[in-house]
């Protein structure tokens, strides 16, 4: 009844359902669209542009690196910890035909984070940028990564231009703090030594895990989740068949200013669109509008992916009003709720309608997404093929249409489950497959589903999930603090701000500026708090636990925003 019901939804040309087993690992995509598309370019970065056929030749010089001077085996972790430059792929790829496991990792972590990523994936090997090396120093002695291979952001330019971007970033910007690796391979030296050596390229079942991305759900510390070569060759091959439709093979231009190490970037520009063979051009810092606008200057872009924050500031800023958008044709918005006045002036500016999406790091991440045929702004879109969603209450019962209740997915990419957490799996993933999203919907009898409210606390900033319970965790380790919680607040630019209450233990004195040197230093940036409140006390339950939602509700109606 539920297929049938999805079935009758997708537009004309659009079959309900694909092959998930089409491609028996990511290693089979990347071999075929790499022969395909050969002499077409894959990646641009900082003025270069590698095609897919030197993007198979490095990614192998890579791999055979790993298999004849490391004792790495099949099935080994390596974190990959890189910001958006052709180093990303190249190691990516690389890892994966050597057989390895890719534990995703964001280059702005702080020590704190890394030590645990590390930890709980059991990683053997760290791929990072050396601005972050010196983070690297510190923690890697704690894990068991054995092996770390360091690049510089310039390292796959031409030598000139190469030594004159790595010193200025190094001697003049001070970007790279002093750090000491003794170990510690160049990238390019791995690239040297691997170049035309024999590569025994993996085959892993489909059921393998081809990636560890780290997540924290919706409560608690990060959990990585289980991503198997199945759950994103089919997601790749789910949003083709729904978002590729008025897609060129080997023609398309997209622009990439989301993270690579994040789901969103990572399955759409590495993985959907290798099968068709488009170009991506890679934005390493999306916070410098100037530079990604100059850069965006020089393309005639078919496409954009981005999230509702860099849609709003684009648009403000007067250059980019300015570009070129003649060969604009589609616009992806995910990552977190995309507003009205936003989708209009993206419309208004570039003549392109955005077509929203909604996805989780448990799902590969995409559910589901407006069809460009047909937008419906303010909704999910409709499920991608081969996707089935329902509704359900607080007793797991199916809503009928039309009714709010917490809704939940089924389908090829549903994560195989939670890195050595069966207790959190079995919490969020039934027998039968059905994937409970945490986040509270409706499903339109058209099909058009949207997004009411999240089920849990998390806060979602600038696309980023934060979680409160790693927040306060990191708090109570400043002396002084008795009690705390972490809300979100609606804020115009990140959709929402952090802001914590603290209750300071009687006779200390604890000021603002302690409390944020201390966030600063012991988490990212997105997650540092914007405000800070100290209380004598805070809501509780009648058992002591601290109501988050009434600190939320009195935020609210200061505001004046209705419930």
Same mark, same amino acid.
Not at 520 to 545: C, S
């Given at each position: 009844m539920i297929q049938d019901f999805w079935n009758d939804k997708y537009p004309a040309g659009i079959a309900a359902n694909i092959n998930p087993d089409e491609y028996p690992n990511i290693q089979a995509v990347l071999k075929q669209s790499? @022969?395909?598309? %050969?002499?077409n370019p894959a990646f641009s970065s900082l003025g270069k542009?590698?095609?897919?056929?030197?993007?198979?030749?490095?990614?192998?010089?890579?791999? %055979?690196?790993?298999?004849q001077h490391t004792d790495l085996k099949p099935g080994d972790r390596i974190a990959v910890q890189l910001p958006n430059l052709l180093q990303y792929p190249i190691a990516v790829f690389g890892a994966l035909r050597a057989g390895l496991t890719v534990v995703n990792t964001n280059p702005l972590y702080t020590a704190r984070e890394m030590e645990h990523q590390f930890k709980d994936s059991g990683a053997k090997a760290l791929v990072c940028l050396a601005n972050m090396a010196?983070?690297?120093? *510190?923690?890697?002695?704690?894990?068991?990564?054995?092996?770390?291979?360091?690049?510089?952001?310039?390292?796959?330019?031409?030598?000139?231009?190469?030594?004159?971007?790595?010193?200025?970033?190094?001697?003049?910007?001070?970007?790279?703090?002093?750090?000491?690796?003794?170990?510690?391979?160049?990238?390019?030296?791995?690239l040297r030594k691997g170049r035309g050596q024999p590569v025994a390229d993996a085959s892993p079942d489909s059921g393998?895990? +081809?990636?560890?991305?780290?997540?924290?759900?919706? /409560? $608690?510390?990060?959990?990585?989740?289980?991503?198997?070569?199945?759950?994103?060759?089919?997601?790749?091959?789910?949003?083709?068949?729904?978002?590729?439709?008025?897609?060129?093979?080997?023609?398309? *231009?997209l622009i990439t200013p989301l993270p690579l190490y994040h789901i969103y970037?990572?399955?759409?520009?590495?993985?959907?669109?290798?099968?068709?063979?488009?170009?991506?051009?890679?934005?390493?810092?999306?916070?410098?509008?100037?530079?990604?606008?100059?850069?965006?200057?020089?393309?005639?872009?078919?496409?954009?992916?981005?999230?509702?924050?860099?849609?709003? %500031?684009?648009?403000?800023?007067?250059?980019?009003?300015?570009?070129?958008?003649?060969?604009?044709?589609?616009?992806?918005?995910?990552?977190?709720?995309? @507003?009205?006045?936003?989708?209009?002036?993206?419309?208004?500016?570039? $003549?392109?309608?955005?077509?929203?999406?909604?996805?989780?790091?448990? /799902?590969?991440?995409?559910?589901?997404?407006?069809?460009?045929?047909? *937008?419906? *702004? #303010?909704?999910i #879109?409709?499920?991608?093929?081969?996707?089935?969603?329902?509704?359900?209450?607080?007793?797991?019962?199916?809503?009928?249409?039309g009714e709010i209740g917490e809704l939940c997915v089924k389908g090829p990419q549903v994560m195989k489950g939670y890195w050595q957490r069966q207790d959190a799996t079995d919490e969020i993933l039934d027998s039968d497959g059905w994937l409970k999203t945490g986040d509270i919907a409706i499903i339109q009898p058209n099909g058009y589903m949207r997004i009411?409210?999240?089920?849990?606390?998390m806060i979602l900033v600038s696309g980023f999930n934060v979680y409160p319970n790693e927040l306060e965790d990191v708090l109570v380790m400043l002396p002084g603090v008795l009690q705390c919680a972490a809300i979100g607040v609606p804020d115009d630019k990140s959709g929402e701000a952090i802001k914590?209450?603290?209750?300071?233990?009687?006779?200390?004195?604890?000021?603002?500026?302690?409390?944020?040197?201390?966030?600063? +230093?012991?988490? /990212?940036?997105?997650?540092?708090?914007?405000?800070?409140?100290?209380?004598?006390?805070?809501?509780?339950?009648?058992? $002591?636990?601290?109501l988050r939602r009434e600190l939320r509700d009195e935020e609210l109606k200061k505001l004046g925003v209705k419930k």
């Open positions: 790499c @022969q395909r598309f %050969a002499d542009t590698l095609t897919y056929g030197e993007l198979y030749e490095l990614s192998g010089a890579f791999a %055979a690196y790993l298999q010196h983070l690297a120093q *510190i923690v890697v002695p704690k894990t068991s990564v054995k092996y770390v291979i360091v690049t510089e952001v310039a390292d796959l330019l031409p030598p000139v231009k190469r030594l004159l971007i790595n010193s200025v970033i190094k001697y003049v910007k001070k970007m790279v703090p002093a750090y000491h690796l003794p170990a510690a391979i160049k990238f390019n030296d791995v393998d895990v +081809a990636v560890l991305q780290y997540t924290g759900g919706t /409560t $608690g510390v990060a959990k990585g989740a289980m991503l198997t070569h199945r759950n994103l060759a089919a997601n790749m091959a789910q949003c083709k068949a729904l978002m590729g439709s008025n897609l060129d093979e080997g023609c398309e *231009i970037a990572f399955t759409f520009h590495c993985m959907a669109m290798m099968l068709i063979g488009g170009h991506n051009i890679l934005i390493s810092n999306p916070r410098d509008l100037t530079a990604m606008v100059k850069e965006l200057s020089k393309w005639k872009f078919t496409g954009f992916v981005g999230l509702n924050t860099l849609f709003v %500031a684009l648009c403000h800023n007067e250059a980019f009003r300015k570009l070129d958008f003649s060969a604009l044709k589609l616009t992806l918005s995910g990552g977190m709720a995309l @507003q009205l006045s936003a989708a209009e002036r993206w419309k208004e500016v570039t $003549g392109c309608a955005i077509c929203e999406g909604y996805g989780m790091t448990e /799902t590969s991440p995409v559910v589901s997404v407006n069809p460009s045929q047909n *937008i419906q *702004i #303010g909704t #879109g409709i499920p991608l093929p081969s996707t089935l969603c329902k509704v359900i209450d607080d007793d797991g019962k199916e809503l009928a249409l009411v409210d999240r089920k849990k606390d914590i209450f603290i209750v300071v233990k009687p006779g200390v004195t604890l000021t603002k500026e302690q409390v944020m040197e201390h966030m600063r +230093a012991n988490v /990212t940036g997105y997650k540092v708090p914007k405000a800070v409140e100290f209380r004598d006390a805070l809501p509780t339950t009648n058992v $002591g636990k601290i």
